[in-house]
């Protein structure tokens, strides 16, 4: 075997890719009497760190949580309108009123709950989309 490709001893720092005794270019002590290298004591820093990330995830999650019930809301209500009874066409932008019978049944109506005594479910307005969104009346008695 070359001397070269000779296993040197441990406390011995030699680059086997470049030849070379590289002791005094490492970022550490390399001989026997050189204090211990201990590794630092980062569970506070983990820990802490954990419970930062697991607060992100619980807001970003809460926050979609929020997103995807008004879509759920916005759907039964879209779902809830355009299967109600009404025989007119819609103006985009326009204010309609839905109101439901003893029955059960829905209808969309011009009329708004304070010009008529109809059990009222709700103000709605349609959209570009064709999509029903629900506007809050001030004071539907008013």
């Not at 270019?25 to 290298?37: F, K, R």
């Not at 506070?44 to 619980?58: A, L, R």
């Not at 019978?101 to 959209?127: M, Q």
Request: net charge negative.
């Amino acid at each position: 075997m070359p001397a070269s490709k000779e296993k040197k001893p441990d406390q011995v720092v030699f680059d086997q890719k470049t030849q070379k005794y590289s002791a005094s270019l490492t970022p550490y002590a390399t001989n026997l009497g050189a204090p211990a290298i201990i590794p630092e004591d980062i569970t506070s820093w983990k820990n802490t760190n954990i419970h930062k990330v697991n607060h992100q995830f619980k807001s970003q999650f809460d926050d979609l949580k929020a997103e995807y019930d008004l879509m759920m809301k916005q759907f039964e209500y879209n779902n809830l309108i355009y299967n109600a009874k009404f025989s007119f066409e819609p103006v985009l932008g326009e204010t309609y009123f839905l109101y439901r019978k003893k029955s059960g049944d829905v209808w969309l109506s011009l009329i708004a709950p304070h010009e008529c005594s109809w059990d009222y479910v709700g103000t709605f307005r349609l959209n570009s989309d064709k999509m029903w969104e629900q506007i809050e009346q001030e004071n539907k008695n008013s």
